[in-house]
């Protein structure tokens, strides 16, 4: 009974704060990974790349968007997107959907693109039902993550102060 006891709590914990994770390239490939893991990986200008390892619900999805608006306040310089993988997040509800859009504006707000990585396409539906990609012209979906950091190398957007380049190799 003890035992079930520690493992809601600790089911309850993962759900309430699923890691989020920043990412870099691995120098010389297209593999991402996790830049405190490996120190062979590096950021990539330009770019603050998070990955969510979770559930976006409604119980941590105001979580998640602070720990990336944390992230974006202390980048310097500031990035000219935010691209976040959610291969590693089985599932977005409605709540987490309205924390895309709020994060999407609160971006544009500071010349910031919302880039999204591995949305299924019910779930990329389900931002386009809520009328997000109509409100937000910083919100784009892309398959892989080298997939959206090709995208942003070829559309880069200006931003107040810094120019529209990508610094990819």
Known sequence: MIGLAFLLLDLMRRIAAPRELVLGRVPHTTHYTTLTSHPEAAPVPGLLICQVEGALLFANALNVQAAILQRVAAA???PMAVVVDLAATPALDFTAVEMLDELTGQLAERGICL???ALTDSEWDALVRRGLSAR???LSSHHTL???VDWLARHPAPTAGRPA???LE
Do not use: T
Request: glycine residues 6%; negative net charge.
């Open 115 to 117: 880039e999204l990585v």
């Open 136 to 138: 937000h012209d910083n």
């Open 76 to 78: 310097k310089p500031p």
């Open 165 to 167: 380049v990508l610094g």
């Open 146 to 148: 080298q997939e959206a």
